[in-house]
């Protein structure tokens, strides 16, 4: 993937607009539940800093409604946290397309959530404009929100003078590429949440490139129906059954394989209370709930994991949240730990486990992307870098 990077560019005494993806957990109090996403975005402001940029940072945060300004909308908490963490002062502007931007080289500036902007969502182009018109550069390091073509994500990559990838977008797309575009074989794929229908275009696409493709939770519910298994009350969508079918018939053409769990954890209630009894695959019955895989499953995906060159993680395996159904994601975490293939991981439950069972220093990429993280899985083009790869054409022809 060809894009400009914002260390190919002389910044000094330049406005840089940097967008981040900011848009963290908050609980009703405004508190940070998980700054991750903030201290990944540093490094691209503190770049900018040290290079005697005039830095201005904008990101969305949540859904708010446009034009209607309320303070649980509002980035002045993810200001704090940033100032806190470069250890200088950070004013927030707000009304700034109106009003425009005011800063000097080496100071930075926050700018008021940006889908507070009329014409944000539909990525209008007056306001692209208007946004590019505030800019010498153009800074995307917002991975996260790649897959929304929007004013700030988009349009203004058109219009801005240069556009170009901060640090962390340009980090995620070189670990995502790697990991799947030239991978390491074996390449060990691990989908799991709760349903099928949800994740079937990234199953499809991955039933095309992937050696071994483990799946999880709900969606393993519906492989084990597909294989004649019994799954009780389990969470399960029958009428995909025939699509799980098509998947395993395509993979196995290919010699790769879709591992079904062979033991499982069950129990007759969803609760942090419920009795929990291993039991093999075929001896599930009427009234027992799926919640995990059981050991000996969790010991063939270990192995599997062991052997492989690239492992890529998308969803937990189990109810890990509660401790009796927490085994088969903790030992699929330990088998991740310790492989010495290139392992990346991404989405939010995913990110959960990996913090849980503190293997967060021994994954190999840990993608700050949620649904920019799957859409890029799916192989599927994400608009944000689409622009970023055009205009580094026309970089270059100028
Ligand atoms: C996310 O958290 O998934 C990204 O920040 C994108 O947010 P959105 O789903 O509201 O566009
Ligand atoms: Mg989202």
């Given at each position: 993937m060809q894009f400009i990077r914002?260390?190919?560019?002389?910044?000094?005494g330049k406005k840089v607009l940097i967008r981040a993806d900011l848009n963290v957990p908050q609980n009703d109090a405004g508190?940070?539940?998980?700054d991750t996403r903030i201290t990944a975005s540093i490094p691209a402001i503190q770049y900018a800093l040290d290079h005697g940029a005039a830095v201005m940072v904008t990101s969305h945060l949540g859904r708010p409604l446009e034009g209607q300004f309320s303070h649980e909308d509002s980035l002045a908490p993810i200001t704090l946290r940033i100032a806190d963490l470069l250890g200088r002062k950070v004013p927030l502007v707000s009304d700034w397309v109106e009003n425009g931007v005011r800063v000097a080289p080496g100071e930075i500036v926050m700018l008021e959530n940006?889908?507070?902007?009329?014409?944000e969502k539909a990525n209008d182009e007056n306001l692209a404009k208007k946004i590019a018109k505030l800019c010498d550069v153009y800074v995307n390091d917002a991975f996260g929100t790649a897959h929304r073509a929007e004013a700030t994500t988009h349009g203004v990559a058109k219009f801005a003078p240069i556009a170009c990838a901060g640090p962390l977008m340009a980090a995620e797309l070189d670990a995502l590429s790697k990991a799947l575009q030239s991978?390491?074989?074996q390449l060990v794929a691990i989908v799991a949440g709760s349903k099928v229908s949800t994740k079937l275009t990234i199953l499809k696409k991955l039933a095309d490139k992937v050696d071994q493709l483990i799946v999880g939770g709900g969606i393993a519910n519906t492989f084990m129906l597909a294989k004649g298994l019994p799954i009780g009350?389990?969470?399960?969508?029958?009428?995909?059954v025939e699509q799980a079918r098509e998947i395993m018939a395509l993979m196995e053409k290919r010699g790769a394989e879709v591992p079904i769990p062979e033991d499982v954890i069950v129990a007759n209630?969803?609760?942090?209370?419920a009795r929990a009894n291993k039991v093999l695959?075929?001896?599930?019955?009427?009234?027992d709930m799926i919640l995990d895989i059981g050991p000996r499953t969790a010991a063939r995906f270990a192995t599997l994991i062991s052997h492989a060159g690239t492992v890529v993680w998308n969803g937990p395996?189990?109810?890990?949240?509660i401790e009796q159904f927490s085994g088969g994601t903790k030992m699929l975490a330990a088998a991740i730990a310790h492989s010495p293939a290139f392992t990346i991981g991404g989405g939010g439950d995913t990110l959960s486990a990996i913090s849980k069972f503190q293997i967060t220093n021994q994954m190999d990429y840990i993608s700050t992307g949620g649904g920019a993280f799957l859409e890029f899985l799916e192989g599927r083009t994400l608009p944000a870098v689409e622009i970023l790869v055009q205009r580094a054409h026309t970089f270059a022809t100028q």
């Open positions: 914002m260390s190919d560019i002389d910044l000094a508190v940070i539940m998980d940006c889908r507070l902007n009329i014409g991978p390491q074989r009350k389990s969470l399960a969508e029958p009428n995909l209630e969803f609760s942090s209370h695959a075929q001896d599930v019955q009427d009234d395996v189990g109810v890990f949240e």
